[in-house]
């Protein structure tokens, strides 16, 4: 008889395969990094779109899947800035519903609202990009900077994407702080997310923390592509390093009110705390773990801390000194080592955001015991700090949005009220226009 054929043993099969997309691992600029190829692990239907995001390209999208179900598509083609705009939001949208542990509303999903917001990579000419929520939209321009013939699409940056993004996740967890009647901070806090948003999904990437350590020799202070925000965009406007350096030494006390400028005080307090713990475990776990691994652990340590200290800070006018606290507490309640704290109330207190509630001489001296888990400069692991300034033109004075981006511009969160923006739900026309047909209602019934 013949010999029964052989039963190949069952491999299993994941319930959704999930898709690839290409993208930029930067932009186009940044061209020793490239382009890479990007998994989403969930059902993504043409357009691209799934339950939350969606994308408006007029006469490409819908974008269908290739015969291998994936989204690649030649670089700088309309298809692949549809798809690789869609992917960069999708990621960063993810990142945080991870940390969070639950989907993220947008501001409008209240009372079982499921609305999406749609994505628009090429909506026009423009210098900008911007979140809007009365259009429930991210839209993205592109423009041709001046004496030069190659056009420079927002939509091919990752940093700009995830800024946009981050301003769209930002509204829902905290619908009241894009009012313009906040203190300058609160809309520091916002121009910061955008900005982190980009370097934490950066972080979130095996081969971009790879290439970081191997660029820096595992120092983030060393010029890198890391800090530097939206290179392609900054060089066309005559910037040297992006529109934004994330490592940055400005202080509260140079920046005055305007608001992109406060921004970049709490982004680099951020950053340099990073670089802190980041030098802390590599003395602490170095030969253990391969250097890439380890900053990957450390970043998602830190955007985790990050984001449930926002979501502890109140719901409208919330400052630095509110996110510098929860920072503070909600690391002690997590049992981190004390010298995490000493890095937060370091490098809060040396921009001037707060008091020094532990001496910095150490920091200024550059003697920072990093070997010492229990490290707090003068034994008091201090976790309630005060403003430094409570006079400063950054708590006090009106919001000066000359120089942010297009979503700080929006008439919507510079027409409503902070306590009504609180609320969330879905804004209309007549929610801007509401001072102004209120007088105009008034004006016709004499």
């Not at 910037?239 to 490592?247: Q, T």
């Not at 713990?277 to 170095?286: C, D, I, P, S």
Request: hydrophobic share 40%; with cysteine.
């Amino acid at each position: 008889m013949p010999a029964p054929a052989p039963k190949p043993v069952p491999v299993p099969v994941p319930p959704v395969p999930g898709h690839r997309f290409l993208v930029y691992k930067q932009d186009p600029s940044v061209a020793r990094l490239g382009v890479r190829v990007a998994f989403i692990p969930s059902l993504v239907l043409n357009g691209p779109a799934d339950a939350r995001i969606t994308t408006e390209l007029a006469g490409v999208t819908p974008v269908a899947r290739n015969v291998d179900g994936d989204f690649v598509f030649p670089v700088d083609s309309a298809q692949f800035d549809a798809a690789h705009t869609w992917a960069v939001a999708r990621q960063t949208l993810t990142l945080f519903e991870r940390h969070h542990g639950a989907p993220i509303r947008f501001a409008w999903n209240t009372g079982g609202n499921t609305d999406r917001i749609t994505v628009h990579p090429r909506a026009g000419v423009d210098r900008n990009a911007f979140y809007s929520r009365t259009a429930k939209v991210l839209k993205f321009f592109f423009f041709t900077p001046a004496g030069r013939q190659e056009q420079v699409f927002t939509c091919r940056s990752l940093d700009i994407v995830a800024h946009e993004t981050g301003h769209a996740i930002l509204d829902g967890l905290k619908p009241g702080w894009l009012g313009v009647g906040n203190p300058p901070q609160t809309g520091g806090l916002h121009e910061a997310f955008g900005d982190l948003s980009a370097i934490f999904l950066t972080l979130a990437q095996p081969d971009q923390a790879d290439a970081l350590v191997a660029i820096t020799r595992a120092n983030l202070h060393d010029k890198n592509f890391l800090a530097a925000v939206a290179e392609q965009f900054g060089t066309a406007l005559g910037k040297d390093f992006g529109l934004r350096n994330a490592d940055n030494d400005l202080k509260l006390s140079e920046v005055g009110n305007e608001v992109h400028a406060i921004s970049q005080v709490f982004t680099g307090a951020i950053y340099d705390i990073l670089a802190d713990v980041y030098a802390f475990e590599r003395g602490q776990q170095g030969g253990r773990k391969d250097p890439a691994q380890l900053l990957i652990e450390v970043a998602d340590r830190l955007c985790k801390l990050l984001l449930d200290a926002i979501i502890a800070s109140p719901a409208v006018g919330a400052t630095y000194v509110d996110v510098a606290n929860q920072l503070l507490q909600i690391s002690a309640q997590r049992g981190e080592p004390a010298i995490y704290r000493t890095f937060i109330r370091n490098r809060f207190a040396v921009r001037e955001i707060t008091t020094a509630a532990t001496p910095l001489r150490d920091l200024l001296s550059g003697r920072v015991n990093m070997a010492d888990a229990e490290y707090t400069g003068d034994g008091e692991d201090v976790t309630d700090v005060q403003d430094h300034d409570e006079h400063s033109a950054s708590l006090r004075a009106e919001q000066n949005r000359g120089r942010c981006c297009g979503t700080m511009q929006m008439p919507e969160f510079q027409a409503v009220d902070p306590e009504k923006l609180s609320r969330g739900g879905p804004l209309e026309d007549d929610d801007i226009l509401r001072d102004e047909l209120e007088e105009l209602r008034r004006a016709f019934s004499k």
